[in-house]
């Protein structure tokens, strides 16, 4: 084989290479490895195609040769269709030949027990040794719709004619890629690309899609993510794509339940791999929608609606044919918290002006009269230059299917003027009036859960804050600290703590450093919740009382754990205006998080609670106060006093900074409760827990 000069680097290898070579191709398109052949044939690739198949001379009336080093000319890409033994023996042979990028069709590696994981060792030695990138395991292949590169196995690239388009999809699910393509298509949506980032042990989602941004013709992208594999890579390309301009939404499923057994605090709970990925995502600058088929609608939606550079509910003026088609999307979009607010009597003046009565409700319904053009025309110019909306509904019943010219056409026409983005609602099935919107780019909505789940991604899409790189390491046991060595890890922070001392249990006691009345909690790192043990007594308010209660704690704990406990932790008794947990943990996947909720009882009991990448700043701390429902009680609720919530943000900001803390890393540390003082008088933890690693 003789080598090219001119030969891609692999990141244009992967979507733009001038040859591709099939390896284990089948002579049978019908079948899974015969298909790319037949797909790129189909679709016209502008590139060379070079055959693989060791048992025969032809495939498919082409010319095969025995191996890739029989190729006359070395192929970019190569498609590996074999099984997992031979597909490692091919890429070996990609390694050999410097071939830059390669995408391994087979399962059977990390997935597939003890084989598989001998097989993915293989592979990873093989990795190691550089040269060739790879896509998958267990990719299904990429597309290029705009240079006819199909390069997969997906049997959804039979269907002809798809729609080219803006949009980049990278999947960690093959199987959905086909089904974005054929609901797509159904919609009128089109796409640039698709690329099945599979097991992902070499190019991961995030430098998969950063291959294309720079490509004029790609303006956005649809994640499907089941988990976030080289988060630092995927923040990367958001952070890039938000500065070209180019929108990313995702739609997340899957649970990793890494590191959660070796939780040993609430934060562990509080801060699971869903709502991780949810604070990561925002933080990137990604919209998340709920559903598959809000993930196909939102785009439009985001390339009118910028990010705001803090969440914000939106504001939605709605106007409609039919007001019960209209109630159910404004019920969904208020579940998900976005504002739909009526016209203001300047508007309503204007509406009438146009001769349009806009009525006294929330919603402007026209009824019957909606579905004239002029009508629905001069409602629309009217809302979408009032100032009071981020976002103008048009809700279209049944003449969005039987005429669309009357109710549709004029919200395509009002779409291409300056002012408020303006999106459709139809309440019917109507696909030609859906294919209209999409050609034309405007956002249309097939059902309500979907509307207000898009609407909702769109409007609280937020300017990408994260601009440090991510603190991402193994999760390890590590060492559990006593409540009295978290006490001291916290206020090396700036936390402040009950005073405390720390009393053997075999030794006199001693004068106490502080008044009565006092807890006794028991001291021991191997019993992180001393309740459950029976280990904590409250309201202790003499020498002798202190006494009886170190021999209860001791008899509790010795019967409900079959521990004999050696040490107990006395603290002073205070109380709060209310109770908080503040929390820290080094989650798997994205690195250091910080956690508020409801605290005391109340943190299992209602898991009011928000968290952020760690660490945080104070303007970052003071929103993630406003989000907390429970917050409110602080904050002056009805009358009653307020608790020092500047000094709750000043703690949340410390906490989060042990992200940052030299010696050994600190994996979680929790504060439950923190007592919220009155105002001015500060915040004060009254517990604590830590694990560190060893």
């Given at each position: 084989m003789r080598g090219d000069s001119k030969v891609a680097a692999w990141s244009e290898a992967v979507l733009n290479p001038r040859r591709v070579a099939l390896v284990g191709v089948s002579d049978d398109p019908s079948k899974t490895a015969g298909r790319p052949?037949?797909?790129?044939?189909?679709?016209?690739?502008?590139?060379?195609?070079?055959?693989?198949?060791?048992?025969?001379?032809?495939?498919?009336?082409?010319?095969?040769?025995?191996?890739?080093?029989?190729?006359?000319?070395?192929?970019?890409?190569?498609?590996?269709l074999t099984d997992a033994e031979k597909a490692l023996?091919?890429?070996?042979?990609?390694?050999?030949?410097?071939v830059p990028?390669?995408?391994?069709?087979?399962?059977?590696?990390?997935?597939?027990?003890?084989?598989?994981?001998?097989n993915q060792a293989r592979l990873s030695a093989l990795l190691a040794q550089g040269g060739t990138r790879l896509i998958g395991p267990s990719s299904i292949g990429v597309v290029n719709l705009h240079n006819g590169l199909t390069l997969t196995a997906n049997a959804a690239f039979a269907e002809p004619d798809l729609p080219k388009g803006g949009i980049f999809v990278g999947s960690h699910s093959g199987s959905l890629i086909g089904a974005l393509v054929s609901r797509g298509k159904r919609k009128g949506i089109g796409f640039a690309g698709l690329v099945s980032v599979g097991g992902e042990s070499d190019l991961s989602m995030g430098s998969l899609c950063g291959t294309t941004l720079d490509d004029p013709r790609v303006t956005s992208y649809m994640l499907f993510l089941e988990t976030l594999r080289d988060a630092e890579s995927l923040r990367s390309f958001a952070l890039a794509a938000a500065e070209r301009g180019k929108p990313v939404a995702a739609y997340k499923l899957g649970r990793s339940d890494a590191a959660a057994e070796l939780a040993v605090s609430h934060t562990g709970s509080l801060a699971g791999a869903d709502e991780v990925a949810d604070v990561f995502l925002k933080e990137c600058g990604i919209a998340r929608v709920e559903s598959f088929e809000g993930l196909l609608e939102v785009m439009p939606l985001l390339e009118r609606l910028p990010a705001g550079a803090t969440p914000r509910r939106g504001r939605v003026g709605v106007v409609t044919t039919t007001g019960g088609g209209a109630a159910m999307a404004v019920d969904q979009m208020a579940l998900r918290g976005v504002d739909v607010v009526p016209a203001s009597d300047e508007t309503r003046a204007r509406l009438r002006a146009a001769g349009v009565d806009p009525g006294h409700g929330r919603i402007i319904d026209l009824t019957l009269a909606g579905t004239r053009y002029d009508v629905m025309k001069a409602t629309l110019d009217v809302l979408r230059a009032a100032p009071e909306f981020d976002?103008?509904?048009?809700?279209?019943?049944?003449?969005?299917?039987?005429?669309?010219?009357?109710?549709?056409?004029?919200?395509?026409?009002?779409?291409?003027?300056?002012?408020?983005?303006?999106?459709?609602?139809?309440?019917?099935?109507?696909?030609?009036?859906?294919?209209?919107?999409?050609?034309?780019?405007?956002?249309?909505?097939?059902?309500?859960?979907?509307?207000g789940d898009a609407v909702a991604a769109a409007m609280h899409r937020t300017v990408a804050s994260r601009s440090a790189p991510l603190d991402i390491r193994d999760p390890v046991p590590g060492r559990v600290l006593d409540e009295a060595e978290s006490y001291a890890l916290l206020a090396a922070t700036g936390l402040p703590v009950a005073p405390h001392v720390v009393l053997e249990v075999e030794a006199p006691l001693p004068d106490l450093p502080f008044d009565w009345p006092v807890v006794a909690k028991v001291l021991d790192a191997?019993?992180?919740?001393?309740?459950?043990?029976?280990?904590?007594?409250?309201?202790?308010?003499?020498?002798?009382?202190l006494a009886e209660a170190i021999a209860t704690i001791r008899s509790r704990v010795a019967e409900r754990t079959g521990h004999q406990i050696r040490r107990i932790l006395v603290q002073q008794m205070t109380k709060g205006l209310g109770e908080v947990l503040l929390g820290f943990r080094r989650d798997p996947q994205v690195g250091p998080v910080?956690?508020?909720?409801?605290?005391?009882?109340?943190?299992?009991?209602?898991?009011?609670?928000?968290?952020?990448?760690?660490?945080?700043?104070?303007?970052g701390a003071v929103r993630m106060i406003s989000e907390l429902k429970y917050a409110r009680i602080?904050?002056?609720?009805?009358?009653?006093?307020?608790?020092?919530?500047?000094?709750?943000?000043?703690?949340?900001?410390?906490?989060?900074?042990?992200?940052?803390?030299?010696?050994?890393?600190?994996?979680?540390?929790?504060?439950?409760?923190?007592?919220?003082?009155?105002?001015?008088?500060?915040?004060?933890?009254?517990?604590?827990?830590?694990?560190?690693?060893?």
């Open positions: 052949l037949a797909f790129l044939r189909r679709a016209g690739f502008v590139g060379d195609i070079q055959l693989v198949n060791p048992r025969r001379a032809t495939v498919q009336g082409e010319k095969a040769h025995a191996s890739l080093s029989d190729l006359p000319v070395r192929p970019d890409h190569v498609f590996i023996a091919a890429f070996a042979e990609c390694q050999e030949l410097g990028v390669a995408t391994i069709l087979s399962a059977g590696f990390a997935e597939a027990g003890e084989r598989g994981a001998a976002l103008v509904l048009a809700s279209v019943g049944s003449s969005a299917r039987f005429n669309p010219d009357h109710a549709v056409q004029p919200v395509l026409d009002a779409a291409g003027g300056p002012g408020t983005p303006v999106a459709a609602f139809l309440v019917p099935d109507a696909p030609e009036a859906t294919r209209r919107l999409a050609a034309a780019g405007v956002p249309a909505f097939q059902d309500p859960e979907t509307c191997s019993i992180p919740h001393k309740t459950d043990a029976g280990g904590v007594v409250l309201n202790i308010r003499s020498r002798d009382e910080v956690v508020l909720a409801a605290g005391g009882i109340y943190t299992e009991l209602y898991r009011d609670s928000t968290l952020r990448l760690a660490p945080v700043d104070r303007a602080l904050d002056g609720f009805r009358g009653g006093p307020r608790g020092d919530l500047a000094a709750l943000a000043d703690a949340i900001v410390a906490v989060s900074r042990l992200a940052l803390v030299d010696g050994p890393a600190v994996e979680e540390a929790e504060t439950n409760p923190l007592f919220v003082l009155p105002e001015g008088a500060g915040v004060l933890a009254i517990d604590g827990l830590a694990r560190v690693r060893a």
